[in-house]
């Protein structure tokens, strides 16, 4: 009964009652399925038999099963995973006072920076011009 | 006389260190009883046993096992009752 392109009904986990199709038979008791669970390694004893059977390769993709899956008139939908979303830490307010005081002190100072970079932007934007007349 | 509910057993006694080194004695209300399976009667594993003012701010995730039938039905009762609904589907 077990083998690849077999179709299961999951009985154990969050996954259970969803049905799946055996990718690969692994060593001891386990498969690997796909479908309308997650694609992962599973115990024979987890699963449910049914007497349907798809062709399919081994190690067929997810997508090749999702169209066999589609063919049935199910859909199988695919849950993106969740980016790292990046908060602001928050600071004590003593610390917060002592940024302030650092800003304040380090403006004139970013000033004078700035006129430094436009500055070697102009010098930077010469030569290139005199390339371009070469060319 | 003390007050009624420090006589009477409808309050449940929890004892609690406070910081000074003594202990204290709290009168509480009594938590309801445990969760049992609607299948074969067994207490459910993984439902919280709490006043329904402390179940409001437990996430529902934390509050029964995360699967079909999770808080109603034992592992074991889930298993045979899908094996049940598949088999009946594919005898039609």
């Known amino acids: ?135 | 006389m003390v007050e009624g509910k420090k006589r009477s057993r409808t309050f449940r006694r929890v004892f609690k260190k406070t910081p000074g080194g003594n202990t204290r004695k709290y009168y509480l209300k009594r938590k309801p009883g445990k969760a049992h399976c609607a299948g074969c009667g067994d207490v459910l594993k993984g439902v919280p046993r709490e006043r329904p003012y402390k179940m409001q701010h437990i996430p529902k995730t934390k509050k029964r096992p995360e699967r079909p039938y999770g808080g109603v039905l034992c592992s074991k009762c889930m298993r045979n009752k899908i094996i049940e609904q598949t088999r009946a589907v594919s005898k039609q």
């Open chain 1, 1 to 135: 009964m077990i083998s690849i392109g077999r179709m299961c009904v999951k009985i154990a986990g969050r996954d259970a009652g969803k049905k799946c199709i055996i990718i690969d038979i692994l060593e001891g008791p386990f498969v690997l399925i796909d479908g309308e669970t997650r694609r992962k390694r599973c115990n024979i004893s987890h699963l449910e038999l049914l007497e349907e059977k798809v062709e399919i390769k081994k190690n067929a993709s997810h997508e090749e099963i999702k169209e066999i899956f589609a063919k049935k008139g199910i859909t199988i939908t695919d849950t993106k995973p969740k980016q790292k979303t990046v908060r602001p830490k928050k600071l004590r307010r003593s610390k917060l006072a002592q940024e302030v005081k650092t800003e304040t002190a380090k403006k004139p100072a970013a000033k004078t920076a700035e006129k430094k970079t436009k500055a070697k932007k102009a010098t930077a934007e010469k030569p290139k011009k005199t390339v371009k007349k070469e060319e």
